[in-house]
């Protein structure tokens, strides 16, 4: 790497850190040790928590505007589109929004490409397949994949 690459290359880490260190400064909420990767979008800031050891890599859309809290060592994976914003059915009234929040419970993984709906919890310590659509809420402890997500196994021997 010549010396033009190497003073790019920091420059690029210097602006992914600023732009990182703005986006947390503007959410609601937010514990220590956050990561979020470059290029993630999030609409709402101001309606969405974030908890301790959270990572939401890149190109991840969230649409926050209805409300979102992500817990504690939550891990987003790459391409996720995580929406607490909607359109009402009525065709009359489909311009206007409808909020519904959302909220990833500790220790939960979203696989890359997953996309969680609006109203949806998903719960402790579950696994969510790389592109997913979740529709409803899911319990603590399970692995859910498909479209719509189904649960597949719980992580424990108490189901």
């Avoid at 979102?68 to 359109?87: E, F, K, P």
Wanted: aromatic share 6%; glycine share 8%.
């Amino acid at each position: 790497m010549n010396i033009i690459q190497r003073i790019l290359f920091k420059l690029g880490s210097l602006i992914q850190e600023a732009e990182s260190a703005w986006t947390l400064s503007t959410l609601r909420s937010c514990g220590s040790s956050v990561r979020i990767d470059r290029r993630v979008f999030i609409w709402g800031t101001d309606r969405m928590d974030v908890g301790s050891n959270v990572d939401i890599n890149g190109y991840t859309v969230i649409y926050a505007a209805g409300g979102v809290r992500i817990h504690d060592n939550a891990l987003i994976g790459a391409n996720c589109v995580i929406t607490s914003v909607t359109h009402p059915v009525d065709p009359t009234e489909r311009h206007q929004l409808v909020f519904s929040p959302v909220e990833l419970q500790s220790n939960c993984w979203l696989g890359a490409g997953t996309m969680v709906m609006p109203g949806v919890t998903i719960g402790k310590n579950s696994i969510i397949a790389a592109g997913s659509v979740v529709t409803k809420d899911v319990p603590d402890n399970c692995i859910c994949a498909g479209v719509p997500a189904k649960i597949m196994r719980y992580l424990d021997s108490s189901h």
